[in-house]
């Protein structure tokens, strides 16, 4: 990103999304600001938005600095260091702290986040991930609106997520938001882009959704509702998020309900696949098999169950 250097003369401020921050020391080191009215932006660029406008002066808390746009004060060096807050989920200058360099003593530099926020994804975007396994792309196409706005519900924001998300609907459904599980004949058989199944998942979700699903479970492959119902099952039937934050591809899979096996590694080659197509490159790390507590099929655990197991 280019550094730009601009002058000022008002109280501005620093960057906060911690979307740039990978994980901030533990510890963090206190300083004053200088300026009555201090803006505490989204990111160390004057062009970011002010998240917050913080009063003063007063004490803050910094655990790390990250290099931006500088900014100039009267009576102090050019400075085009940003202090990180995490107490505001902000960035501040270090312009308006008091501090007499134009750099924090013993405040570490902020780490670069690895697994930044990414935008929506595309029917091209799946097709390099995932090749023939997109059997209906016009099918596709037609349900990515839908199934990008669950993603942005649900924070499936990164590239780790994402790929985690994909690879599983696609092994799921195609990526395919009205299929029927091929020979499923029961009445509460999977549907759906996350392939909905069991009176124990239609009810809830209905519910959730104020929606009977129980009586017209066809509704979990209509377009309104296929992609909602994956984002519920994807953060509040289990918490899969964290799994993909952590590479572990074994447990996302045993959160979907099905027994270890073959599959597992399947789905862990197109995670694989997703991630080095949205970032360049496969980090290490991946973990494909699942803990032994979760080898079985575990479709039918509560989340609060699930969780207990996983996290043995």
């Not at 060096?77 to 007499?100: F, K, S």
Request: charged share 15%; proline share 6%; glycine share 8%.
């Amino acid at each position: 990103m280019l550094k730009r250097t601009l002058s000022v003369v008002l109280a501005l401020a620093g960057v906060g999304a911690g979307s740039l921050i990978a994980a901030t020391p533990a510890h963090a080191v206190a300083f004053r600001t200088t300026a009555t009215s201090l803006n505490i932006r989204s990111d160390a660029y004057l062009a970011s938005s002010v998240i917050k406008v913080l009063g003063g002066p007063v004490s803050v808390e910094v655990d790390c600095q990250k290099a931006g746009d500088t900014v100039t004060v009267t009576g102090r060096p050019a400075t085009r260091w940003w202090a990180h807050l995490p107490a505001h989920n902000g960035y501040a200058t270090v312009a308006y702290l008091d501090t007499p360099g134009d750099k924090l003593p013993g405040v570490p530099e902020c780490t670069v986040n690895p697994n930044p926020p990414i935008g929506d994804v595309t029917l091209a975007d799946v097709q390099a991930m995932f090749g023939s396994r997109i059997a209906n792309p016009s099918l596709v196409q037609t349900g990515l609106p839908s199934l990008n706005q669950a993603m942005r519900d649900a924070q499936i924001n990164t590239p780790y997520r994402k790929a985690a998300f994909l690879a599983t609907l696609v092994h799921e459904s195609r990526l395919e938001y009205n299929i029927r599980e091929i020979g499923d004949t029961r009445l509460y058989g999977g549907r759906g882009y996350i392939q909905l199944t069991g009176d124990f998942n239609y009810g809830p979700a209905g519910r959730y959704f104020g929606i009977d699903l129980l009586g017209n479970p066809e509704l979990a492959r209509s377009l309104q509702w296929s992609a909602p119902i994956a984002r519920w099952y994807w953060t509040v039937a289990r918490s899969i998020n964290p799994f993909a934050d952590a590479l572990q591809m074994g447990k996302v899979n045993a959160a979907i309900g099905y027994p270890a096996g073959a599959e597992d590694q399947r789905r862990c080659d197109s995670f694989k696949n997703a991630i080095r197509y949205l970032t360049g490159s496969v980090p290490s790390g991946i973990t494909c098999t699942r803990p032994a507590a979760l080898t079985a099929d575990t479709s039918k655990l509560t989340r609060a169950q699930f969780d207990a197991l996983a996290a043995r």
